[in-house]
């Protein structure tokens, strides 16, 4: 018997990065920074909830699900220019985003 509806499955976020983009896996309810701190990445945060505004990026390409509404954090410029909260974004397709990580990130052999 088949089901009308589809399971979530897991998106592919990249993060251009210079010489070479991250690639990294999120899972289906995780949200970009949880899965992209799962993956050793070092991503800019503090608060985890969205208040602080640390683990802003720039969605390039793809489409998220916002938790909340993000323009009591970001200013309208941020908000015009496709930025997001990493925090309280789940994927709802494969992404690509600007951010500036904190360190060196780990450098993903996945190319």
């Known amino acids: 018997m088949f089901s009308l509806f589809k399971a979530p499955e897991?998106?592919?976020?990249?993060?251009?990065a210079g010489s070479h983009d991250i690639e990294f896996t999120v899972e289906p309810g995780m949200t970009?920074?949880?899965?992209?701190?799962?993956?050793?990445?070092d991503w800019p945060?503090?608060?985890k909830v969205g208040s602080c505004g640390t683990c802003r990026c720039q969605v390039v390409s793809g489409a998220i699900k916002p938790y909340m509404d993000f323009s009591y954090v970001l200013t309208p410029g941020q908000l015009n220019n496709g930025y997001a909260l990493a925090?309280?974004?789940?994927?709802?397709?494969?992404?690509?985003?600007?951010?500036k990580l904190r360190h060196k990130e780990r450098q993903n052999e996945q190319s």
Do not use: M
């Open 45 to 47: 945060h503090k608060c």
């Open 32 to 41: 970009l920074l949880n899965a992209a701190l799962a993956s050793g990445i």
């Open 87 to 99: 925090c309280q974004s789940e994927l709802k397709s494969d992404i690509t985003v600007r951010v």
């Open 10 to 16: 897991a998106r592919t976020a990249t993060i251009i």
